[in-house]
């Protein structure tokens, strides 16, 4: 059967590193109090000439080159963004033509912070079906355009990044030990949209407007909703937390990172945790876990990893790949 097999992974981050320490001057928070909430300690602020684009190109041809590929070996690029340069056209078409790309198709996908997994489960389908042999999928956010920098529940939250990753048609034998994507879950559940929004948009104030989150509901419902996709992932498999080799889960708060990996049984010593240097990058948060992982050599050939991610809406989804 056909398997879509990670071939390179690559990130970008802005130049600016904005530590706690910085916003204890401009609301009431401190250092202290940031690290013991979330365990973030710094994060990434783009600049003016770092766009969505301009890091989801980076980080584009960041895992070209991993892969040992050019632009010409791909055929489509899904672009996991709540952050686009525009409102249209999509910002994956834009970052096609940064690539020299004329040939193909690219789109975005809206899911918030699990636009990742959401991605890369449609990137997958389209493999699978014939559609694409070679897919970018892109995680790229500037999420500091959308704070409110007097809010210090949300302004201390969040950063700018993007991460990628090639997928590649190969063949398997239908089993576990297929190199690839080999199961996962979506959710989503529109009743929650107000516990974690952006209160403007194009059809309502024509603003782009400010994140707005109510932090303990989300907390609230966070551990139940990502337990959730992760057993179904798994019993799709057809495996349990211990045959995991690494948990790469949404860098968003440190703390519910801790319970939920305790929640499913998963040993803290396979958690990829990167919250603490980058914030919560929202869609880019997992693939630039992933790439620290795989570039300081933990997640290596043949590794089974998890990937897991909620957010605003509420949706929220996991994918399972063997590296």
């Known amino acids: ?14 130049r600016r590193i904005m530590k706690n320490a910085e916003f204890e001057g401009m609301v009431e928070t401190s250092d202290e109090w ?3 909430r979330t365990g973030i300690r710094q994060r990434h602020i783009a600049a003016e000439d770092e766009t969505t684009a301009s890091l989801g190109e980076a980080a584009a041809r960041a895992a070209l080159a991993h892969a040992g590929l050019t632009p010409d070996d791909i055929d489509l690029i899904v672009l996991a963004t709540s952050t686009p340069n525009n409102t249209f056209p999509a910002t994956a078409v834009e970052i096609q033509n940064r690539l020299g790309m004329h040939h193909g198709f690219a789109f975005d996908m809206q899911a918030v ?16 079906c014939g559609l694409s042999r070679r897919a970018l999928v892109i995680g790229s956010e500037t999420f500091s355009r959308l704070l409110d920098w007097d809010d210090r529940s949300t302004c201390v939250l969040f950063g700018d990044g993007a991460g990628a990753i090639v997928l590649e048609a190969g063949e398997g034998e239908g089993t576990i030990a297929d190199r690839g994507v080999l199961a996962a879950a979506l959710r989503s559940d529109g009743q929650h949209k107000e516990k974690l929004y952006v209160d403007g948009g194009v059809s309502t ?10 932090g303990r509901e989300v907390f609230k419902h966070a551990v139940g909703m990502i337990t959730d996709v992760i057993e179904a992932t798994f019993a799709q498999a057809g495996i349990t937390a211990e045959d995991l080799d690494w ?3 949404h860098q968003a708060n ?3 990172i801790d319970a939920s990996a305790k929640k499913l049984g998963i040993a803290e010593e396979k958690v990829v945790i990167t919250v603490d240097r980058h914030g919560n990058t929202s869609a880019a948060s ?38």
């Open 205 to 214: 104030t024509g603003t782009v407007g400010h994140l707005k989150m109510e």
């Open 1 to 14: 059967m056909i398997r879509s097999v990670v071939r390179g992974i690559g990130s970008a981050l802005p």
């Open 254 to 256: 440190k703390r519910i």
């Open 113 to 128: 912070c699990s636009g990742f997994v959401y991605a890369v489960t449609t990137a997958d389908t389209y493999i699978r």
């Open 286 to 323: 997992v693939p630039l876990a992933l790439s620290v992982a795989v570039a300081d050599g933990r997640i290596k050939r043949g590794d089974l990893v998890l990937l897991e991610a909620m957010g605003g809406g509420f949706t929220w989804g996991a994918v399972l790949l063997r590296w």
């Open 247 to 249: 948990f790469v889960p």
């Open 34 to 36: 940031i690290v013991q």
